[in-house]
């Protein structure tokens, strides 16, 4: 391990710079510690400037360039953060920077981006392609390429979060970091890992980009092919390798986590926390609930990496997360046609305490029997079980036969969960 990648390098780091980099808070979440079972602390770092850690490699680096290399100017490639950090401390230190983005980054960082003076080029379907743009057009045009995690200047940068949580909270039992390229990791644990720390480094991913998952099971970095996630941020193709050869024997655990369980998590940041994060951001989360009962009791830090998630999501995750914790369901059902059925189809779901979001009545495509005709309802619920009631109380609705004409509600509902 070179100078550069030590920890003599990362408090020099944290030198160079602290004055231009928010000293992020490291609370105890009383909430979070409820759910979790253990006592949680989050690392606000989404509250940089650019909304994402990504800031502290980037000065980092860029305070690293000779003169020369800041006249001609720097060239990144970013789904949205590292453009951000390189964007912003590029704007502040007069270099002219250009920045290669997936057509699919969010809109929210493509649009900052383009605020901090950054020349943004949306091209390419991974990070993986555009990582190839990027060097490409740094030796067309005599460009310094920031690379986004595998750089020594950047994992140096990085891993100052590790000197801050340290100072935070001593006494940490584990440290959880969300994990694309390695950097962040690789930083945190040669800040951490020091002889004889017994401070646990667990990583997350996300099932859909499972990079550094593939490349400890090969042995080495080997390329995936990420699949959509919302932990875009954690979308990389492949693992850096100077990244790796630093976690590949430090890290105490690597945690997969799947779509609902990223979801959920910006649900429960936003709700218990007050606190916006984008999928990256809550994979930390993600990842503690996993890890269950294995961290029972212990102090755990959650690295809260980024803030940067597109307002037009924000609805969908929220949706999505609810349906996930059992409070929010659609309800399918058969009713008669006649007057008053939907009022007494309404009357029955109020009585069980759900609160009635939408409401769909279908005769177009309803059931076959001419006689009937379709409902869609979408409730808010309490949790699974509340779900329960409602079907038992739409299984129980008895209709008298043969005395007198069919009361309004008819005997068989579909009911299912969505």
Same mark, same amino acid.
């Given at each position: 391990?070179?100078?550069?990648l030590?920890l003599?390098?990362?408090?020099?780091?944290?030198?160079r710079?602290?004055?231009?980099?928010?000293?992020?808070p490291?609370?105890?979440?009383?909430?979070?510690?409820?759910?979790?079972?253990?006592e949680?602390?989050?690392?606000?770092?989404?509250?940089?400037?650019?909304?994402?850690?990504?800031?502290?490699?980037?000065?980092?680096?860029?305070l690293s360039?000779?003169?020369?290399?800041r006249?001609?100017g720097?060239?990144?490639?970013?789904?949205?953060?590292?453009?951000?950090?390189v964007?912003y401390?590029?704007?502040?230190?007069?270099i002219?920077v250009t920045?290669?983005?997936p057509?699919?980054?969010?809109?929210?960082?493509?649009?900052?981006?383009?605020?901090?003076?950054?020349?943004?080029?949306l091209s390419?379907e991974?990070?993986g392609?555009?990582l190839?743009i990027a060097r490409?057009?740094?030796?067309q045009?005599?460009l310094?390429?920031?690379?986004?995690?595998?750089?020594?200047?950047?994992?140096?940068?990085?891993g100052t979060?590790?000197?801050e949580?340290?100072?935070?909270?001593?006494?940490?039992?584990?440290?959880?970091?969300?994990v694309?390229?390695?950097g962040?990791l690789?930083g945190?644990?040669?800040?951490?890992?020091?002889?004889g720390?017994?401070v646990?480094?667990?990583g997350?991913?996300?099932e859909?980009?499972?990079t550094l998952?593939?490349?400890?099971e090969?042995?080495?970095?080997?390329r995936?092919?990420?699949?959509?996630?919302l932990a875009?941020?954690?979308?990389v193709?492949?693992?850096?390798?100077l990244?790796?050869?630093?976690?590949?024997g430090?890290?105490?655990?690597?945690?997969?986590?799947?779509e609902?369980q990223?979801?959920t998590?910006?649900?429960?940041?936003l709700?218990?926390?007050?606190?916006?994060?984008e999928?990256?951001g809550?994979?930390?989360?993600?990842?503690a609930?996993?890890?269950?009962?294995m961290?029972?009791g212990?102090?755990v830090?959650?690295?809260?990496?980024?803030g940067?998630?597109?307002l037009?999501?924000?609805n969908?995750?929220?949706?999505?997360?609810l349906?996930?914790e059992?409070?929010l369901c659609r309800i399918r059902?058969?009713?008669?046609?006649? +007057? !008053?059925? #939907? %009022? =007494?189809?309404?009357a029955?779901i109020? $009585?069980t305490?759900a609160s009635?979001?939408?409401?769909?009545?279908?005769?177009?495509?309803?059931p076959?029997?001419?006689?009937?005709?379709?409902?869609?309802?979408?409730?808010?619920?309490?949790d699974?079980?509340?779900v329960?009631?409602?079907?038992?109380?739409l299984?129980s609705?008895?209709i008298?036969?043969?005395?007198e004409? +069919? !009361?309004p #509600? %008819? =005997?068989?509902f579909?009911?299912?969960? $969505?």
């Open positions: 391990m070179t100078d550069s030590s003599a390098a990362i408090q020099a780091a944290q030198s710079i602290r004055d231009r980099i928010y000293r992020s490291c609370p105890h979440s009383y909430m979070l510690s409820r759910r979790c079972g253990c949680i602390y989050c690392k606000l770092d989404h509250l940089q400037v650019t909304g994402s850690f990504k800031e502290r490699g980037a000065r980092n680096k860029l360039l000779t003169d020369e290399q006249r001609q720097v060239i990144a490639a970013s789904a949205g953060n590292h453009a951000l950090g964007a401390h590029a704007q502040t230190l007069d002219p920045v290669i983005m057509k699919w980054a969010p809109l929210v960082k493509v649009s900052n981006c383009l605020t901090f003076g950054a020349n943004v080029i390419g991974n990070l392609e555009c190839e490409s057009v740094a030796a045009k005599n310094t390429f920031v690379h986004g995690f595998d750089d020594p200047h950047i994992i140096a940068g990085q979060m590790g000197l949580i340290l100072e935070d909270v001593p006494d940490v039992d584990a440290i959880i970091v969300p694309g390229g390695g962040l690789a945190v644990v040669l800040a951490v890992k020091s002889p720390s017994q646990r480094i667990i997350v991913e996300p859909h980009a499972p998952s593939r490349s400890l090969a042995g080495r970095p080997v995936v092919v990420p699949t959509p996630t875009d941020g954690l979308a193709s492949q693992v850096g390798d990244c790796f050869e630093i976690v590949r430090a890290i105490d655990q690597l945690v997969l986590v799947d609902v990223i979801a998590s910006i649900l429960r940041l709700e218990l926390e007050k606190t916006v994060v999928g990256a809550a994979a930390a989360l993600a990842g609930i996993s890890c269950g009962p961290l029972s212990k102090k830090v959650l690295c809260l990496t980024g940067n998630i597109d037009t999501v924000i969908r995750v929220i949706e999505r997360g349906a996930a059992g409070r059902a058969s009713i008669s046609d006649r +007057p !008053g059925s #939907l %009022a =007494a189809f309404l029955l109020a $009585s305490g009635i979001k939408e409401v769909t009545h279908d005769r177009n495509f309803g076959a029997d001419v006689s009937l005709t379709g409902v869609i309802a979408v409730l808010e619920t309490r699974f079980d509340h329960r009631q409602i079907h038992e109380a299984r609705a008895e008298p036969f043969g005395q004409p +069919p !009361g #509600l %008819a =005997a068989d579909d009911d299912s969960q $969505s």
